[in-house]
């Protein structure tokens, strides 16, 4: 199987103003990034859509991406006809990012139900059906649990053909085994949301095992041949360079209990070491998960430039 070529990418949070965010995204370029993302919570964060577009205008190549919509906010006929103005405004650099949603108090602070996992799911998989064949330039009918559109064609189209490329993003096996079926490209997190976000998360999902498991599933729900040309990425939470990769794992143990030092160093959810301890472990990932694309959070996205700079594209 022949292994992805690296890319990586941004999670950026905002600026205080057009300026700041128009630098911000010369800077996520200059820097080699491939990808600016930009999530999705009732926080303070800017709108993804029109952030989206105001980076590309500042950029000449850089990709742009939402990391991840929540499905729940959005009605999926909307989210196909913004998708398709900002990938044709960005000259075609549009990523789509959705997410079935998590975070139980955004829901309630804007007056949405929170169902369960599962529900969010099945109403996740319908709105990607509905979203792939208007920005493909169908006209949709469909008939489901959740929706029901009635002969409907969006204009203007994507300039991106047949359609911009979909991430599907999270940590729960149903979710990742739609993302196995559905998207072009398969984001992990290693993270489960317990009682909405209510208590601390559940991190089990960084340790090897459990990376090999979702690996294998997503295998098993794609199929062999869709296997080899989906993009599996990881969201890195933690870049921290340093000559001592132990100590520096035992001090996150502090604030992740849940792991070990030992489990922290073999999460692809956290880089630590020398760049060329992080390079090294990046190209034994590949090899074992088949994770080629890495998003950082944007505190780390310095720390990382110089691991890019070797990497990317190869």
Known sequence: MNAARFRFG????GA??????????RRVEALGYDIL?????????????????????????????TNVLNNDFRHPVLVA??????????????????????????????????????????????????????????????????YRIVDHLIAPLPAQRPRPPILIGGNGRELLALAAREADIVGLSGITFRRGGAVPPDLSGWRAAEVDARIAL???AAGEERFIRLEIEALVQRVIVTDDRRAAAEELTVRWP?????????????????VDQIIEDLLARR?????SSYTVQEPYMEALAPVVAQLNGK
């Open 10 to 13: 941004v999670n950026l949070r």
């Open 16 to 25: 205080p103003s057009r300026a700041a965010w128009a630098e911000k995204a």
């Open 37 to 65: 993302n930009v999530p999705d919570h009732l926080a303070d964060l800017p709108a993804a859509f029109p952030a989206l577009v105001a980076a590309a205008e500042a950029t000449t190549r850089l990709l742009v991406g």
């Open 81 to 146: 006809r913004e998708a398709a103005t900002v990938d044709q405004l960005s000259g075609g650099r549009l990523r789509l990012g959705l997410g079935a949603g998590s975070i139980r108090s955004e829901y309630e602070e804007a007056g949405f139900a929170f169902d369960r996992g599962a529900v969010r799911v099945a109403r996740l998989a319908e709105a990607v059906a509905i979203i792939k064949g208007l920005l493909g330039g169908e006209r949709v009918t469909f008939a489901g649990k959740f």
């Open 218 to 220: 997503i295998r098993r």
């Open 258 to 274: 849940q792991l070990s030092a030992n489990e922290i160093l073999e999460a692809p959810y956290i880089l630590i070491g020398r």
């Open 287 to 291: 090899e074992r998960w088949r994770i």
